[in-house]
């Protein structure tokens, strides 16, 4: 699926909650709980998104030209954000994650995570993606 | 309950809620229960309107004017400073410089004070509850002097040790900077002693007033403190606006802090002299509006009665603390008897941060992470609290609704 069709299928799921604040962030939370849980030797210091208040650690690999992340936190809600940002990223070219556009947060009424509150550091896991996949893009092409 | 006078205090907490038009509205379809007033009180009419009129009345700069608007503005001006003079007690309103808050009047008093004062090896006591802003300033000086920090370390209950800090003061002790209330737990701390002690040992004493300033009664003539400053949106006044006082005698032996126009005598390119305090602190236009506005914020304190204020808030506090502390798993942080109307809390397995969020989904504003005080936090064992902070303008029944979302968070989340 898309990048944009998974983002499409989010926004989806959470308009089932018709904008209940609560019931959005308790389903997030949800998410979270269910994102494969991350190898413990990579919760260090050099795979960690610095928030204001939540630890978010990221790291990611490549297989058959396919960026996977994964990820932890040590809040429930950034883990739910982050498993959604995951679930739109993963399995996804460089390229295609390069070029990608998020959109949803806004759109399930999480736009206050990703304003200009340093909270939760939603911009910087985007950006950190985006880093990655700009590092496997550039190794692939120094090897080709 | 509180459609009737508060009890005891005689605080008509109905009445006052009109007054504060941001409250009457809905947050994420609730009634907004505002519990952040540790990091900013909201404003009453008396201060939004004291805007508006300067703004459509009479804005026009101060001081020089000869015009009658620079003339009715300038009154307006110089009258807050009298008033803050008798809000704090103050000598003479020669001791009042108007700052930006707390944060420019600490760095004021490093810098100024500080770097003319300290020499290599001498030192300078903070406590373990400080703010980053009472912290950082002092760092940077004492860093550039070569200078030591002492640091009065805080019990298990969350408060100051007093037999420590004896221990700590010495020859080469100069300024000894404190909080009189702590914006993370709200212990309010022994001042009057501290301020004692530091003149004992020969040292001048600054309080960091930011969260006493909306409680305590402050009387800086009966403290006996050498600098004292608040900061205006944590009483009802509006932001980027403060008090720095100082006594006299020290004001006057020290340097400026900012160069330019209002602070000057005479400039020549040879030489400038300095204008008379509180001027000479008070360099280029300063923030009249909000200086002008501050007054009804003292004045709205004043005429409601701190007394009555603190009795509410303090009835709010005993209140939610014995709410709270039914809740399977939490804990307040900061058990001190001496507390201004601060709750810090922990909730056993959940994040700060996750309650924080689901209590907004509710429409109730607390405060999570560790507020500005890095160094308690991690005295504490802790990497933040949430923490609740009442105004007089808060209720029992907003309380009943704090622990009603706390269960909700609760019963989700372990």
């Known amino acids: 699926m898309s990048i944009t069709d998974t983002q499409e299928e989010i926004v989806n799921e959470f308009s089932l909650l018709e904008g209940d604040q609560e019931m959005s962030v308790l389903y997030l939370m949800e998410l979270g709980q269910k994102l494969p849980a991350m190898k413990e030797e990579d919760k260090k210091e050099q795979n960690e998104v610095k928030g204001c208040q939540s630890r978010v650690w990221l790291t990611a690999e490549v297989k058959h030209g396919a960026v996977f992340f994964s990820a932890d936190s040590n809040t429930a809600i950034t883990k739910g954000l982050i498993s959604l940002l995951i679930r739109v990223f993963s399995g996804h070219t460089p390229q295609e994650i390069l070029n990608g556009e998020i959109t949803f947060p806004s759109r399930i009424g999480m736009d206050r995570f990703i304003g200009t509150q340093r909270s939760n550091g939603f911009a910087a896991m985007i950006k950190q993606m985006k880093m990655y996949a700009l590092a496997f893009q550039t190794r692939s092409k120094i090897q080709a | 309950m509180e459609n009737v006078a508060s009890i005891g205090s005689g605080i008509e907490v109905e009445e006052i809620r009109k007054l504060f038009p941001i409250l009457h509205q809905k947050i994420n379809g609730h009634d907004l229960v505002y519990f952040d007033n540790a990091a900013t009180t909201q404003k009453p009419v008396q201060v939004l309107d004291a805007l508006q009129s300067y703004y459509t009345g009479y804005n026009a700069n101060i001081h020089r004017g000869i015009h009658t608007l620079a003339e009715r503005a300038t009154t307006a001006f110089e009258?807050?400073?009298?008033?803050?003079?008798?809000?704090?007690?103050?000598?003479?309103?020669?001791?009042?410089?108007?700052?930006?808050?707390?944060?420019?009047?600490?760095?004021?008093?490093?810098?100024?004070?500080?770097?003319?004062?300290?020499?290599?090896?001498?030192?300078?006591?903070?406590?373990?509850?400080?703010?980053?802003?009472?912290?950082?300033?002092?760092?940077?000086?004492?860093?550039?002097?070569?200078?030591?920090?002492?640091?009065?370390?805080?019990?298990?209950?969350?408060?100051?040790?007093?037999?420590?800090?004896?221990?700590?003061?010495?020859?080469?002790?100069?300024?000894?900077?404190?909080?009189?209330?702590?914006?993370?737990?709200?212990?309010?701390?022994?001042?009057?002693?501290?301020?004692?002690?530091?003149?004992?040992?020969?040292?001048?004493?600054?309080?960091?007033?930011?969260?006493?300033?909306?409680?305590?009664?402050?009387?800086?003539?009966?403290?006996?403190?050498?600098?004292?400053?608040?900061?205006?949106?944590?009483?009802?006044?509006?932001?980027?606006?403060?008090?720095?006082?100082?006594?006299?005698?020290?004001?006057?032996?020290?340097?400026?802090?900012?160069?330019?126009?209002?602070?000057?005598?005479?400039?020549?390119?040879?030489?400038?002299?300095?204008?008379?305090?509180?001027?000479?602190?008070?360099?280029?236009?300063?923030?009249?509006?909000?200086?002008?506005?501050l007054k009804s914020a003292f004045d709205f304190i004043s005429g409601t009665g701190k007394d009555a204020m603190a009795q509410h808030e303090h009835m709010l506090l005993r209140y939610a603390t014995e709410r709270l502390s039914e809740l399977n798993g939490l804990r307040v942080v900061g058990n001190s008897t001496n507390k201004v109307s601060v709750l810090s809390f922990v909730i056993e397995g959940i994040h700060p941060f996750d309650i924080g969020q689901m209590l907004d989904t509710r429409g109730i504003a607390v405060r999570t992470g560790h507020h500005c005080t890095q160094p308690l936090m991690d005295r504490m064992g802790l990497e933040g609290t949430v923490r609740a902070s009442f105004a007089v303008y808060n209720t029992r029944k907003e309380t009943d609704r704090l622990v009603e979302g706390l269960q909700r968070v609760i019963g989700f989340l372990k």
Request: hydrophobic fraction near 40%; charged fraction near 20%; aromatic fraction near 6%.
């Open chain 2, 79 to 293: 009258q807050t400073r009298t008033t803050a003079a008798s809000f704090l007690n103050a000598g003479s309103k020669e001791e009042i410089i108007f700052v930006r808050g707390v944060t420019e009047a600490i760095n004021l008093v490093a810098s100024s004070y500080g770097r003319s004062k300290l020499q290599k090896g001498d030192e300078v006591i903070l406590s373990g509850l400080e703010h980053h802003s009472n912290i950082v300033p002092w760092q940077l000086v004492a860093e550039e002097k070569q200078c030591h920090i002492k640091v009065i370390p805080v019990t298990d209950t969350g408060e100051l040790d007093l037999q420590a800090y004896r221990g700590l003061l010495n020859e080469r002790t100069r300024i000894v900077s404190v909080n009189h209330a702590s914006n993370s737990l709200g212990t309010i701390n022994p001042v009057k002693e501290i301020i004692r002690l530091a003149h004992q040992a020969g040292a001048v004493a600054l309080i960091d007033g930011a969260q006493a300033a909306p409680h305590l009664p402050i009387d800086v003539q009966d403290l006996d403190c050498d600098f004292y400053c608040i900061s205006g949106h944590k009483m009802y006044g509006p932001t980027g606006v403060g008090v720095l006082y100082g006594k006299k005698k020290i004001l006057e032996a020290m340097p400026p802090y900012m160069g330019g126009g209002e602070m000057i005598r005479q400039v020549t390119f040879e030489k400038t002299t300095w204008n008379d305090l509180p001027y000479k602190f008070e360099a280029g236009t300063p923030n009249i509006a909000d200086v002008v506005a």
